[in-house]
């Protein structure tokens, strides 16, 4: 494990050097290559690929761009439904930031849209026609609930939709064909309903207790994996970096913080908030510690994955920016391989992150309903 961290800083700090000097031999270039390379952003086009969207882009770019347009859900004053499309090809404007003095661009719906606009995939009711900006952020706008379909959203579904489809082939070939050599879709997934049902929950949970929290483990194991290897295409059509947000890997935390909490026993709350053997003025102490801890774990799970799915991504494509950063195919003789190595890579790191935080998950609960020893 502390391989593959290493392997990934080494290549971030690689990838730092390279765009660095690529910078510095550009200054010898001509003018219009240099201008060209100032238009490419590559943090831009990062984030671009990242984060979520209320569109779903399939290829190319800026008029010649080929999206699948996700459903905007409001709720100002009412419902209100219309495409994404209405800002996507709305109508562009500029706000003056009234502290850095900097212009920022935004884009002002029509149509079914008209009243609100989007900055940075957030929308906004507008005031005046305009918005305001202070330090870099709107100001003063009101935001409407926003219930939109984004590619997050429809990546989660789409994730859920497969692991219920999977899921249900397996136990219909079991009850169809009871305890027998497994064939199918079943070949190659026993394996892994058998590793966390042994290896993460028996192991980690008291055996006489582990069965009934067999089907969370297996639930977050596979959504977490299934999501993982969707999300190592996210510059390809059909790619969402869903495991990468860290609104999702919060919600995960947080289940796994309230069944640790709910499945909690008396001996387990003893140990937080009247510790054996430990004087009771330092309880005053000990006990606002072991609270914090009781978050810091999960927040640890939420962290941990976040971090590691998003950083392949990053890396992948730093990598493949080297050639747009230097106008040049022939950097592609390097930073293609290197990009290939990491994506390998990552289907390990894939496979890992959901281990780990299935068999993290595990402890935490096993430590909750541990029984006394005397």
């Known amino acids: 494990m502390s391989l593959i961290f290493s392997a990934k800083r080494f290549f ?76 996507y090809h709305g109508e562009a404007a500029k706000g003056m930031d009234s502290k850095t003095n900097e212009e920022h661009e935004y884009v002002k719906g029509v149509g079914p849209a008209a009243g609100y606009a989007m900055f940075h995939e957030e929308i906004y009711k507008l005031e005046n026609g305009e918005l305001s900006f202070e ?50 879709l079943a070949k190659y997934l026993e394996v892994l309903i058998v590793m966390v049902r042994d290896d993460i929950a028996k192991a980690n949970i008291n055996h006489h207790k ?18 993982n290897l969707l999300g190592l295409v996210p510059f390809l059509p059909g790619g969402a970096n869903l495991t990468g947000n860290i609104t999702v890997t919060l919600f995960l935390a947080v289940c796994t913080l309230l069944v640790t909490v709910f499945s909690g026993n008396k001996h387990y709350w003893l140990h937080i908030f009247a510790m054996p053997g430990v004087p009771k003025p330092l309880l005053i102490i000990m006990i606002p510690i072991e609270l914090v801890g009781i978050l810091t774990k999960p927040f640890a799970l939420m962290v941990r994955l976040f971090a590691n799915m998003s950083a392949g991504h990053i890396i992948v494509l730093a990598l493949i920016s080297i050639i747009f950063i230097n106008q040049n195919a022939a950097w592609g003789g390097l930073s293609v391989p290197m990009a290939l190595f990491i994506s390998v890579l990552e289907l390990l790191v894939a496979f890992l992150q959901a281990f780990l935080f299935c068999m993290l998950s595990a402890l935490f609960i096993g430590a909750a309903v541990e029984e006394a020893h005397h």
């Open 12 to 87: 971030s700090l690689l990838v730092g050097i390279l765009i660095f000097s690529t910078s510095f031999a550009s200054q010898h270039s001509s003018e219009e290559a240099e201008i060209a390379k100032r238009e490419f952003n590559v943090g831009e086009m990062i984030m671009h690929h990242i984060s979520d969207a209320h569109e779903w882009h399939l290829w190319g770019g800026h008029h010649d761009a080929v999206s699948i347009y996700l459903p905007i859900i409001l709720v100002d004053g009412g419902l209100k439904t219309f495409s994404s499309k209405h800002f």
């Open 135 to 184: 330090d870099g952020h709107v100001h003063g706008a009101v935001k409407p609930y926003d219930f939109s379909i984004t590619k997050n959203v429809l990546s989660l579904f789409m994730g859920a939709v497969l692991i219920l489809l999977i899921m249900s082939n397996v136990a219909r070939f079991y009850k169809k064909n009871g305890p027998v050599a497994p064939k199918g």
């Open 210 to 227: 582990y069965q009934k929290y067999v089907p969370y483990l297996l639930t977050i194991f596979f959504f977490i994996f299934i999501n």
